[in-house]
């Protein structure tokens, strides 16, 4: 069965600081793929980004980066330099290729970060 | 494109009321999901379609019940409501692998 933990429930930082949000899947399949999703207080869900797990390269994307590690099951996201707006609730997900109709959602990091 | 439209936004029922939660989608994907969300267990999976015709149970599936007559439409009936069906509920569509497309979400009150 496939299984997404992100263990830190709550993470506070002050503005400029740097962030790490932690995500380990579990899945019995070779082909994968994971996500991240951000939700603002708004409360909409936010597609970030998506990885096969057949590519195992680093992502940057502005001040957002995300480091997918195969040997320890890890897709970690971290944020440089963070701002009030990256206040949110992320999401890691895990979707299966035999059934990729649906993802597996971990159980969410709030983020907080204060001026 | 309009996307994923859930409707209503906001609802309040009285326990054993039942009701239809709609989702639509315009951009023809096969897949369409139900998730619900309350504090501090992430998103869980109640109903799931492969395409129209075909429906299935997901991790929550007690108390709801699904159709997908359409390939546009998924929607979602509580068919008595409790208070325990108080949360909020996110209808996705997915052509593929790729990203998931998420409604705006609808949020339910049980009283």
């Known amino acids: 069965a496939q299984k997404v933990t992100q263990a830190q429930t709550e993470i506070s930082v002050v503005e400029k600081e740097d962030v790490t949000l932690d995500c380990v899947y579990e899945?019995?399949?070779?082909?994968?793929?994971l996500f991240w999703y951000k939700q603002p207080p708004s409360g909409e869900l936010v597609f970030l980004i998506r990885?096969?797990?057949?590519?195992?390269q680093n992502e940057i994307s502005g001040r957002y980066s995300w480091n997918f590690q195969k040997s320890t099951s890890s897709f970690n996201f971290t944020i440089t330099a963070s701002q009030v707006v990256d206040s949110a609730v992320y999401f890691c997900a895990l979707s299966e290729n035999s059934g990729y109709s649906t993802l597996t959602f971990g159980k969410g990091t709030m983020l907080l970060v204060s001026p | 494109n309009a996307g994923v439209t859930q409707t209503p936004k906001f609802q309040v029922l009285k326990t054993g009321q039942s009701m239809t939660l709609q989702c639509a989608q315009d951009?023809?994907?096969?897949?369409m999901s139900w998730y619900r969300q309350d504090p501090g267990m992430g998103l869980r999976l109640i109903h799931y379609s492969v395409g129209a015709g075909i429906t299935d149970q997901g991790e929550v599936p007690n108390g709801y019940n699904v159709s997908r007559s359409t390939t546009e439409d998924f929607p979602l009936r509580l068919l008595s409501a409790a208070p325990s069906q108080t949360s909020v509920y996110f209808c996705?569509?997915?052509?593929?692998?790729?990203?998931?497309?998420f409604g705006q979400g609808t949020r339910l009150t049980v009283v």
């Open positions: 899945t019995r399949d070779t082909t994968y793929y």
């Open positions: 951009m023809n994907h096969e897949y």
């Open positions: 996705a569509s997915r052509p593929d692998s790729s990203e998931a497309f």
């Open positions: 990885r096969n797990s057949f590519d195992e």
